[in-house]
């Protein structure tokens, strides 16, 4: 049984600081396993700055080294931390590595016009689907759940990825994940209720602490 200290978590949910690949608007995908820039260094102790002060009880992280580099900060602190390859981002196949501008592409707008109607089962090609990413997401959000006695926990993520497991954290359709908007170290702030076993958005793609920053605008969304 719960004790009364232990029927909340507090989650912080960012998406990891950018990349070269970010900056040029070049598709990472869970297949390019890029290092963060200069910008995303600085993003990454802007956040650590920002949020050093709490109190949290693990870090999360995928298995791709740019969510690594972007808690960094409070690993060195000692926070223990774990990797996990379920919360790698969107596998886009073929699409990895492709130059910019590929959101004109014809393949990339059909498949995004699938997602959108519902047919979130159709894969990059030689890639994940929305629906194949939710699957290997939803054992790591329960192993996270299963552990009540860590009541604040880091997780960083990559872009896609928080679309997709955020629709699933508050009941929406997967068809629905584009309307979550997310920029480079962005914070997503959730409270979860053991009691109620319901999710409560606090904060939304936040980047107050990235404030003074300079920053161009980012073209990829992975």
């Known amino acids: 049984m719960l004790t009364p200290q232990h029927t909340l978590k507090i989650i912080y949910l960012v998406r990891h600081g950018e990349t070269?690949?970010?900056?040029?608007?070049?598709?990472q995908g869970s297949g390019v396993d890029s290092d963060l820039n200069e910008m995303g260094q600085a993003q990454a102790q802007a956040f650590y700055e920002a949020y050093k002060q709490i109190p949290f009880d693990r870090i999360y992280t995928s298995a791709l080294k740019r969510t690594v580099q972007s808690v960094q900060g409070?690993?060195?602190a000692g926070i223990p931390y774990e990797q996990h390859a379920g919360l790698n981002e969107f596998g886009w196949g073929a699409m990895e590595g492709k130059t910019p501008h590929y959101t004109e592409d014809e393949y990339y707008r059909s498949m995004i016009y699938n997602w959108r109607i519902g047919?979130?089962?159709v894969p990059a090609l030689g890639g994940?689907?929305?629906l194949s990413v939710l699957q290997r997401q939803v054992p790591v959000i329960d192993h996270v759940l299963s552990r009540p006695e860590e009541e604040v926990v880091?997780?960083?993520?990559?872009?896609r990825a928080i679309r997709i497991l955020l629709t699933y954290l508050f009941n929406e359709p997967l068809s629905?994940?584009?309307?979550?908007?997310?920029?480079n170290l962005c914070l997503y702030?959730?409270?979860?209720?053991?009691?109620?076993n319901h999710f409560t958005l606090e904060i939304g793609n936040d980047t107050r602490h990235l404030a003074g920053l300079a920053k161009e605008p980012e073209v990829s969304n992975s």
């Not at 070269?20 to 598709?27: A, T």
């Not at 629905?176 to 920029?183: L, P, V």
């Not at 702030?189 to 109620?196: E, L, Q, S």
């Open 176 to 183: 629905e994940m584009d309307h979550w908007e997310h920029s």
């Open 189 to 196: 702030k959730i409270r979860y209720d053991y009691d109620t």
């Open 154 to 159: 880091l997780i960083c993520m990559h872009g």
């Open 119 to 121: 047919n979130v089962d």
């Open 128 to 130: 994940d689907s929305p």
């Open 20 to 27: 070269e690949y970010n900056r040029l608007g070049i598709v």
């Open 74 to 76: 409070f690993i060195d």
